[in-house]
């Protein structure tokens, strides 16, 4: 089974902070994405990585910045967090592109409350 | 633009049948996926659809149809543990899948 983990659950930070949120998978997928989910408007593609020290923005990359040092692990970090960035936070791997292979295997997710 | 609707919510009895239908706009379109999220957790994986019809597996079916922009997810004999959001998402190419908002199904007793 694929395991896709994140480093907190819960996290609670003040305005300004700078956030790590930390993501491993343990099925040597070449691609790991991350996304922030809010109510009624789905999953939002912030950055993916589709090997290692590389990197796309996604669709709402700004305020954010990521980090690929090592396949398993894909970082997100929120240099100066704001309030409008309380949100959940996903993280998902897949292998390789190409039809039934772009399955994205999700983490459970670190809801993120910033003050 | 890309567009992805599906209903917020839906509610059915515990035994019943349940269609979450989905209709889709986008630039490209590579497949669609279902996934299914409980309260608090990660989307685990439903569905893949690549080509026309209806796929089943289980309980649970898929259908698409690409010349109408739509797809629709059945759910048969319905358990209470099927309480839970689904999200209707399109491969559009590349490393790009767009998610809609999901419809939350509640399945009463």
């Known amino acids: 089974d694929v395991k896709v983990t994140q480093s907190s659950r819960y996290l609670v930070k003040r305005t300004g902070e700078k956030v790590f949120l930390e993501c491993v998978q343990d099925?040597?997928?070449?691609?790991m994405f991350w996304y922030r989910q809010d109510p009624g408007l789905g999953l939002r593609l912030i950055y993916f990585?589709?090997?290692?020290?590389?990197?796309e923005k996604g669709d709402i990359p700004e305020g954010y910045s990521v980090s690929r040092e090592k396949k398993e692990r894909f970082s997100l970090i929120l240099e100066s967090a704001s309030t409008n960035q309380t949100s959940m936070y996903l993280c998902?791997?897949?292998?390789?592109?190409?039809?039934?292979?772009?399955?994205?295997?999700f983490g459970p997710g670190t809801r993120l409350l910033v003050l | 633009g890309q567009n992805i609707d599906q209903p917020t919510e839906m509610t059915a009895t515990e035994g019943a049948i349940v269609q979450i239908n989905c209709t889709y706009q986008?630039?490209?379109?590579?497949?669609l996926f279902w996934y299914q999220q409980h309260a608090g957790e990660a989307p685990t994986f439903l569905s893949y659809?690549?080509?026309?019809g209806l796929e089943e597996k289980g309980r649970f079916s898929s259908f698409l149809s690409r010349s109408k922009g739509y797809s629709y997810l059945l759910l048969k004999e319905l358990q209470m543990k099927d309480s839970a959001s689904y999200l209707c998402?399109?491969?559009?190419?590349?490393?790009?899948?767009?998610f809609g908002a999901g419809t939350r199904l509640f399945v009463k007793a």
């Open positions: 986008t630039s490209g379109f590579n497949g």
């Open positions: 099925m040597d997928h070449e691609n």
């Open positions: 998902a791997s897949s292998r390789l592109s190409g039809g039934d292979q772009e399955t994205q295997y």
């Open positions: 659809n690549v080509l026309d």
């Open positions: 990585s589709y090997d290692v020290k590389m990197k």
């Open positions: 998402a399109v491969h559009t190419g590349g490393f790009k899948t767009i």
